[in-house]
């Protein structure tokens, strides 16, 4: 009996094992005899470049040295790289049979069939995957519909691979994963992203050639079509240049026509058009460049930042400019945006595009300070495509500002840190697509790669998982064995910047989870994606733990200036600083603090990137500047300082109310409420509206919160005042007296205007400072809360006529109990 069970369990097994396709993980593998074929007759830069990286970047990463032929070997693993419009090569001393169609390859025997081989799509840049088990051997095919095609299908084979390790860095076997045979082709024609060779880039600048093309080629691996480089702008050199601006700008140019990709050039006018003089220069600069580039696809011009010509001496200058792309590069079209121009300057534009129907115009860039990209595609014709220029590169003062972050991260972080956000730019993405035909990204380094790579997976896949793409990242980048755990942490640095810093406990065990996977992966610490996902861990923890141990010292310092009375007022204010320079004599986490200035040197090391002005050299302490604010204050330390100096010239008496008054600053009193308004973490009554699950572009009245940037980030004013809002969405207030015992006021700090309204009435002020921290004060009529629950909104106000930093703006409210 149990024989019989034995022989029926073999003969399933079997059948099972009959059943299971040809792409099964443990079946499919390549082996150090591998040979990558390609075409015999000439070959597109895209076909070449797919050969090129899956040698070099398998040799990278296992030491093989797959051999490149025209033929298939008699033995050994094969990879035939195919063009469909091109001849398929036979095997080594084996006549040609006759091919039918494209989903047979020649071997020893014949024909060789690719099972379940799906349908190659015509459409540029598409690739279908085949693969065959042949007398011991693997055969692969990776065929495109053009050279990109085979390009891409390159690049999805390589991010298929995993390579086993039995020690040190070097693989020594390579697997699949399983999905083969497949077919894919892009959604989006248009997949790039910006990497300008500036002083104001935080990184880019202080790169060699090779760094570049490395880089390039990463990105082509995951499904990027353009790169496009900044050639013209008028700023000083970056002391970080390896070689001047205009060579590397030729160089990248080189890169994307080895790699057979579009370039790009953004190339502001950043003068009055109607100075001839400057107008000629730049044409004639222009023309430079057009001689010296060998590829040429694409020239942006943005209306605005910088740049502040109506469009009636733009137009002009782009059909001079499309003349001289007509001369060397005939294929390349002019775009422009619509940044900084008003709404009346964008209808003209609509219209002249309409009447005119240039068709030197390659069509519209759509992104920030622009018209919405709904209101842009609807104007424009169907047969003029938009590009999107989407900011994934700042975390405040951008395009896409994060949801309510924690001010204790924008003092510190700042507008340039690491920022993967895979859900974040995925979310926005998918709300934008439906208006686009493409992207290429504004970047100022190397520190938003991942949100890079998220934009380029969703323009080619809309429907992509952004945890699978993680895992294709973390498996590409850090290896195999971190696939699963190193996507998990990438995500989890994402949700580091949810919520309230002290709430978020997670911040802990995120950088407890990258810290053990740092210590069992010593192999990775020279590799700069490890190394800023490392930073950002420490960074998060280290700056959490600070925010609460600093708000304890203000606390215990509020207290002491508050025995004044006792004690005496300048005894209290030695106390007090005593206290609070704790946060310098005691730190919380030294071990931390070291380990992150460990990795930001490795970091400049590794890719330049320019975390300090000093020490680094950063162009500007908001371009990622992030080592010169790890220790900023994040508490009111230095506004408690500086105003405790203010009562020096006081009386004793004096000197004992001014400090009550810097004590008791948020104090609201019995029965009271205080909400710093812009601070997720301290503005309970603050309406938060939808958030950017179901609201991405904010399109429903929400508003997130603004971060002044004053004294380049190093401002000793309050930090409530720092973060604030245009108006708050509403403030509701329940369970307030409702039998007329009580009177209520509302106080406001912020700046200029305040028109608040207490549940739909507007509320006469009695006191109306205007400059920053000055006090609004509104009395509330006893009779507009009866029922015990207020809700405050505010009038908006129309200041177009001025700059967004002059702005009336809202920073505290306290509802105060009379």
Not at 304 to 320: F, Q, T
Not at 339 to 348: K, R
Not at 543 to 569: C, D, H, W
Not at 647 to 653: A, D, F, G
């Amino acid at each position: 009996m149990r024989s019989k069970l034995i022989l029926c369990t073999a003969i399933l097994l079997s059948c099972f094992a009959a059943w299971i396709p040809s792409f099964s993980f443990a079946q499919n593998s390549l082996s150090k005899q591998t040979t990558i074929v390609t075409d015999a007759g000439n070959l597109s830069n895209g076909e070449k470049a797919a050969a090129r990286i899956l040698t070099e970047e398998v040799e990278k990463r296992t030491d093989f040295k797959w051999m490149l032929e025209r033929r298939i070997p008699e033995s050994g693993d094969v990879i035939v790289l195919r063009n469909a419009a091109a001849s398929l090569p036979a095997p080594e001393n084996k006549k040609t049979s006759r091919r039918k169609g494209i989903s047979n390859t020649l071997s020893k025997d014949g024909d060789l069939q690719f099972p379940g081989l799906p349908p190659l799509s015509a459409k540029p840049e598409s690739f279908r995957i085949g693969i065959t088990q042949q007398q011991g051997r693997t055969v692969i095919l990776i065929e495109g519909s053009d050279g990109r095609g085979v390009l891409y299908g390159a690049g999805k084979l390589l991010r298929m691979m995993r390579f086993g390790r039995t020690g040190g860095s070097a693989a020594e076997s390579i697997s699949l994963l399983a999905g083969l045979p497949l077919a894919e082709s892009p959604d989006k024609p248009i997949r790039g992203h910006q990497l300008g060779y500036r002083n104001t880039a935080n990184s880019y600048d202080g790169w060699t050639v090779a760094q570049f093309e490395q880089y390039i080629r990463d990105l082509v691996v995951f499904g990027t079509n353009s790169i496009e480089s900044i050639p013209i702008f008028d700023e000083k050199p970056s002391p970080h240049f390896k070689i001047p601006a205009a060579d590397m700008n030729r160089h990248i140019s080189e890169i994307c026509q080895q790699y057979d990709i579009d370039y790009w050039m953004w190339v502001p006018a950043q003068f009055d058009l109607k100075d001839a003089v400057k107008r000629k220069r730049y044409l004639d600069t222009m023309e430079d460049i057009c001689k010296y580039s060998p590829r040429i696809n694409g020239v942006f011009f943005p209306g605005g930042d910088p740049g502040d010509n109506p469009p009636e001496l733009v137009w002009p200058l782009l059909k001079d400019i499309a003349a001289v792309l007509k001369k060397y590069h005939p294929q390349a079209r002019t775009w422009l945006s619509l940044q900084g121009f008003t709404h009346a300057q964008s209808l003209t534009v609509y219209d002249y595009i309409q009447k005119e129907k240039p068709d030197w115009l390659g069509g519209l860039v759509t992104g920030p300070s622009s018209p919405p990209v709904q209101e842009t595609r609807s104007a424009l014709p169907a047969n003029y495509p938009i590009r999107y220029y989407p900011d994934l590169t700042h975390n405040v003062r951008c395009d896409f500002p994060i949801w309510w972050w924690d001010p204790a991260f924008n003092l510190t972080l700042g507008r340039e840190a690491s920022n993967p956000q895979p859900y974040y730019y995925a979310t926005l993405y998918r709300a934008l697509q439906q208006y686009i035909d493409g992207f290429i990204s504004y970047s100022d380094g190397a520190h938003d790669d991942v949100n890079k790579i998220i934009w380029t997976r969703m323009a080619w896949d809309p429907k992509s998982d952004e945890r699978e793409i993680m895992k294709e990242y973390a498996g590409y980048f850090f290896g195999d064995s971190l696939a699963e755990r190193g996507a998990d942490g990438i995500l989890s640095l994402e949700k580091n910047w949810e919520g309230p810093i002290v709430a978020n406990g997670s911040i802990a065990s995120t950088c407890a989870s990258w810290n053990e996977m740092e210590n069992n992966h010593p192999e990775l610490s020279g590799n700069w994606r490890w190394q800023l996902c490392l930073l950002r861990a420490y960074y998060d923890a280290y700056t959490r733990s600070r925010f609460i141990y600093e708000s304890q010292l203000e606390a215990e310092a509020n207290k002491v200036l508050l025995r004044a009375p006792v004690m005496g007022a300048d005894k209290a204010i030695v106390a007090a600083d005593s206290i609070l320079l704790l946060a310098e004599t005691a730190p919380v986490h030294p071990e931390w603090h070291q380990k992150i200035i460990r990795l930001c040197d490795e970091l400049y090391q590794s890719i330049s990137l320019q975390t300090s002005v000093k020490k680094y050299g950063a162009s500007g302490e908001e371009r990622g500047a992030i080592l010169d604010f790890l220790d900023l204050p994040l508490n009111n330390r230095w506004w408690i300082e500086d105003e405790c100096k203010k009562t020096t010239v006081l009386s004793e008496s004096e000197k004992i109310k001014a400090l009550q008054r810097i004590a008791n600053w948020e104090d609201p009193g019995p029965g009271g409420f205080y909400d710093d308004v812009g601070n997720v973490s301290r503005s309970p009554h603050v309406w938060r509206g939808e958030g950017w699950i179901t609201d991405p572009l904010m399109l429903h009245g929400d508003d997130t919160p603004g971060y002044n940037w004053w004294d380049q980030g190093f401002s000793r004013k309050r930090l409530s005042w720092l973060t604030d809002m245009r108006w708050p969405l509403a403030m509701e207030y329940n369970g307030l007296d409702s039998t007329g015992k009580y009177h209520y006021t509302v106080r406001i700090t912020g700046k200029g205007e305040s028109h608040v309204k207490a549940n739909g009435q507007r509320l006469v002020p009695t006191l109306y400072g205007k400059e920053i921290g000055d006090i609004k004060e509104f009395p509330v009529p006893a009779d507009l809360i009866s029922h015990g629950k207020l809700v405050l909104t505010w009038d908006d106000i129309n200041e177009d006529n001025l700059n967004w930093r002059q702005q009336s703006r809202v920073a505290e409210v306290w509802l105060i109990r009379q």
